[in-house]
């Protein structure tokens, strides 16, 4: 039982006062990492306030990252480890280790692509110049025809110039659409388990995410029917196809259903389908079935490369001045130059060819996923970078996560993908295109599977 005892300053607001105690605290180890805090009502006993005081002080140093609140089991001193958010280190060459923890796109060799982009860029004369300058707020209409061309190629029909936006990767893809929605401060609806990029953004913006319940297809109808009819929330952000992290794909009967309820509450859905470039057959995008409630966002990142972070947008028509001025407001433009060289490599085939390279390896991949961990019941979608393992009844979580931990594996546990303390289930994430290569990635999942194979040791306590 925690004894820790705040020390408030006497000077505004208690919950403020409280919430400052915590950050001292921790700060000065009073508090350890993955320390349970006393109850609302204890403390609230304790310092004689209510346990309201009590909640708004927790919630404010949540919202400052000193803490984190786990569903039915509590506040604790937030740990730097169980922090995507915070602790975010990418692929680190410890040959000691492989990690199977990020949906890092498959290593590529761009040299040549670069450099021949950069030579057409060069021959041009002005060209270069005319780059480094200030640009219109959704680059060129000759950019975002090669852009709209090469998607309506992968069968993104409504893939047209008047309605593309570029983008910093789909990551600052949602953080635009949330602008555009005037999302900001709001209440967001999204699937339970969720991209944990989406949950760091709403903390910052003071977005309150609902998770929603899912099955095998994504979200469920009935669930957010229910929320619907309980609140009055006006956007819906989804990964509907190679979900992040169940693998889930929605039918296209799923989809023309969720649409129907969007249409029915008036939301405005955020698809985010950064992965649906990957598979080679995906059922039609939620923006084909109805363009002008959805935003579809989608990204060079998982295709060609992460680094030079170019994402795009197709924006229903109503929300074309919102989007302008979210775009205008956080960064004026997005960087000309990497807009060109990208679509230097749609036009010249280097960009179709690091797909099919993508493509190609995944499917290995998948491949080997499947010979080590089908019996385990893993689930993945072919082409997707990572796969969803439900763990069997006598493995938790957090021991599982732990146990590949000390034998080098990294996998990504359930608990980091839940929306606003949505019950995680024990399942973890194996992001299959991290390891350099498959040798490596074959090494990982026979460690993971003998792992399955035997029932932890269980510890004593008394
Ligand atoms: C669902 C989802 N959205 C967005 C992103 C970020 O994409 P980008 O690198 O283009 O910002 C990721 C990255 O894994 C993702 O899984």
């Given at each position: 039982?925690?004894i820790?005892?705040?020390e408030?300053?006497?000077?505004g607001?208690?919950?403020?006062?409280?919430a400052q105690?915590?950050a001292?605290?921790i700060?000065h180890?009073?508090?350890?990492?993955g320390?349970?805090?006393?109850t609302h009502r204890a403390?609230?006993?304790?310092?004689?306030?209510?346990v309201?005081?009590?909640?708004?002080?927790?919630?404010?140093?949540?919202h400052?990252?000193?803490?984190?609140a786990?569903?039915?089991?509590?506040?604790?001193?937030r740990?730097?480890?169980?922090?995507?958010a915070?602790?975010?280190?990418?692929?680190?060459?410890?040959?000691?280790?492989?990690e199977?923890?990020?949906?890092l796109?498959?290593?590529?060799?761009r040299?040549?692509?670069?450099?021949?982009?950069v030579?057409q860029?060069l021959a041009?004369?002005g060209?270069l110049?005319?780059?480094?300058?200030?640009s219109?707020v959704?680059g060129?209409?000759?950019?975002?025809?090669?852009?709209?061309?090469?998607?309506?190629?992968?069968?993104?029909?409504?893939a047209?110039?008047?309605r593309l936006?570029?983008s910093?990767?789909?990551?600052?893809?949602?953080l635009?659409s949330?602008?555009?929605?005037?999302?900001?401060?709001?209440?967001?609806?999204c699937e339970?388990l969720?991209?944990?990029?989406?949950?760091?953004?709403?903390h910052?913006?003071?977005?309150?995410l609902?998770?929603?319940?899912?099955?095998?297809e994504?979200?469920l109808p009935?669930a957010?029917?229910k929320a619907?009819q309980?609140?009055?929330?006006r956007?819906?952000?989804?990964?509907?196809?190679v979900?992040?992290?169940t693998?889930?794909?929605?039918?296209?009967t799923?989809?023309q259903e969720?649409?129907?309820?969007?249409?029915?509450?008036q939301?405005?859905?955020?698809?985010d389908d950064?992965?649906?470039i990957?598979?080679?057959?995906r059922?039609?995008?939620?923006a084909?079935?109805?363009?002008?409630?959805?935003?579809h966002l989608g990204?060079?990142?998982?295709?060609?490369?992460?680094?030079?972070?170019?994402?795009?947008?197709l924006v229903?028509?109503?929300?074309?001045?919102?989007?302008?001025?979210?775009?205008?407001g956080?960064?004026?433009?997005?960087t000309?130059?990497m807009?060109?060289?990208?679509?230097q490599?749609l036009?010249?085939?280097?960009?179709?060819?690091m797909?099919?390279?993508q493509r190609k390896?995944?499917?290995?991949?998948?491949?080997?996923?499947?010979?080590?961990l089908?019996?385990?019941?893993?689930?993945?979608?072919?082409?997707g970078?990572?796969?969803?393992?439900?763990l069997?009844?006598?493995?938790?979580?957090?021991?599982?996560?732990?146990?590949?931990?000390?034998?080098?594996?990294?996998?990504?546990?359930?608990?980091l993908?839940?929306?606003?303390h949505f019950?995680?289930?024990?399942?973890?994430r194996?992001?299959?295109?991290h390891p350099?290569d498959?040798?490596s990635l074959?090494k990982?999942?026979?460690?993971l599977?003998?792992?399955l194979?035997?029932?932890?040791?269980?510890?004593?306590?008394?």
């Open positions: 039982m925690t820790w005892k705040p408030l300053s006497g000077q607001p208690v919950y403020r006062q409280l105690a915590i001292n605290a700060e180890g009073e508090l350890q990492p320390q349970r805090l006393p403390l609230a006993n304790q310092l004689g306030v209510t309201g005081t009590i909640t708004r002080a927790y919630s404010e140093a949540e400052q990252g000193w803490l984190t786990r569903i039915g089991a509590g506040t604790y001193v740990e730097e480890s169980s922090e995507p915070l602790s975010w280190h990418i692929r680190q060459p410890d040959p000691e280790r492989i199977l923890w990020q949906n796109p498959i290593l590529q060799d040299q040549n692509a670069f450099s021949d982009a030579d860029i041009t004369p060209r110049n005319a780059l480094m300058e200030y219109s959704n060129e209409l000759s950019q975002r025809e090669i852009v709209s061309q090469w998607l309506q190629k992968y069968g993104f029909s409504t047209i110039p008047e936006f570029f910093f990767g789909a990551q600052n893809g949602v635009l949330l602008m555009a929605c005037g999302a900001v401060g709001e209440t967001v609806l339970g969720t991209y944990p990029g989406l949950s760091t953004l709403s910052s913006l003071r977005i309150q609902k998770g929603l319940a899912m099955d095998e994504g979200l009935q957010l029917e619907c309980s609140g009055n929330y956007t819906l952000y989804l990964t509907p196809t979900q992040n992290p693998t889930a794909t929605m039918s296209l799923r989809r969720i649409l129907a309820l969007c249409e029915r509450y939301l405005t859905v955020i698809e950064v992965h649906g990957l598979p080679e057959k059922p039609p995008a939620l084909e079935l109805a363009p002008e409630r959805v935003i990204s060079f990142s998982k295709n060609t490369s992460a680094g030079l972070r170019l994402g795009y947008m229903p028509a109503h929300l074309h001045t919102a989007m302008s001025i979210a775009v205008r956080s960064c004026w433009m997005i000309p130059f807009i060109e060289l990208t679509c490599w036009v010249s085939g280097h960009a179709d060819r797909l099919l390279q390896i995944l499917r290995e991949r998948g491949e080997l996923l499947r010979h080590h089908a019996k385990f019941g893993v689930q993945y979608q072919e082409g970078m990572h796969a969803w393992l439900p069997p009844p006598y493995w938790r979580c957090q021991s599982f996560v732990q146990a590949a931990n000390q034998q080098g594996i990294g996998v990504a546990g359930a608990e993908f839940s929306a606003a019950p995680s289930p024990q399942a973890v194996l992001s299959i295109s350099g498959n040798v074959d990982a999942l026979c460690i599977r003998e792992l194979e035997t029932e932890p040791t269980p510890q004593w306590i008394i």
